[in-house]
């Protein structure tokens, strides 16, 4: 028996990845708490400071006191702890570490606050009207607000602005602090032709999923 899901939390889109052109719709424009998809975006600001020389993928990140006491998931660096960016890009995607987003975001915007009203400005320029991000992690946030359509715009927008940084969406682990991390993205092996996108839960939530798959030359984009 499948489990409908809770008509509060339900939302579905389909797009078609190289044109954008509307699949399949459901609530795709209804008010939803985005979770850890929020770390798409995140990245989304970190591939432009990379673009733009800002940052390497080698540069030093450094873990503040704020960032430390993020609720798990994380990595569990202590205060002071420096993670590369190109690990840090990994974490969010593999694991969906919420301190090392905090890293990201007080890296990019000197404050996590900051970085929020820089990640929800981004987001209205990429068309993303009905979205206001106030954290960098996805935790719970009840200004944190998004919709089905604008996850798969932002999706969209990661895959072809920034086609150099994509595959880290399908890494399907990572090492760090000499400990190995698999995905959460059951996805990206069970289903043919998927190279990505990100996983999301909390309670407020439900369970959201973004993905991107590629077979004989097309490309869809899938937001639940």
Request: charged share 15%; glycine share 8%.
């Amino acid at each position: 028996r499948v489990i409908p899901p809770a008509p509060e939390k339900d939302a579905a889109i389909v797009v078609d990845g190289a044109t954008g052109k509307l699949l399949y719709a459901r609530n795709a424009d209804a008010i939803r708490y985005p979770a850890s998809l929020t770390k798409m975006m995140t990245l989304y600001l970190l591939f432009e400071a990379l673009d733009k020389g800002k940052i390497g993928l080698d540069t030093p990140l450094i873990t503040s006191v704020h960032a430390s006491e993020q609720e798990p998931t994380k990595l569990s660096m202590g205060p002071g702890a420096a993670i590369p960016v190109e690990t840090a890009i990994k974490a969010l995607t593999v694991l969906s570490a919420n301190d090392v987003a905090v890293v990201i975001a007080e890296a990019l915007g000197g404050t996590e606050e900051a970085f929020g009203a820089m990640m929800t400005a981004k987001a209205h320029e990429l068309g993303m009207a009905r979205t206001n991000f106030h954290n960098a992690s996805g935790l719970p946030d009840l200004q944190q607000l998004t919709t089905a359509r604008d996850m798969a715009f932002l999706a969209r927008h990661l895959a072809y602005d920034f086609p150099q940084y994509f595959h880290y969406f399908s890494v399907p682990s990572f090492t760090y602090g000499g400990r190995s991390y698999g995905s959460h993205d059951n996805l990206l092996t069970a289903f043919a032709g998927t190279d990505g996108i990100k996983t999301g839960y909390t309670q407020l939530s439900g369970f959201n999923l973004v993905t991107s798959a590629v077979r004989n030359n097309k490309h869809v984009i899938g937001v639940v």
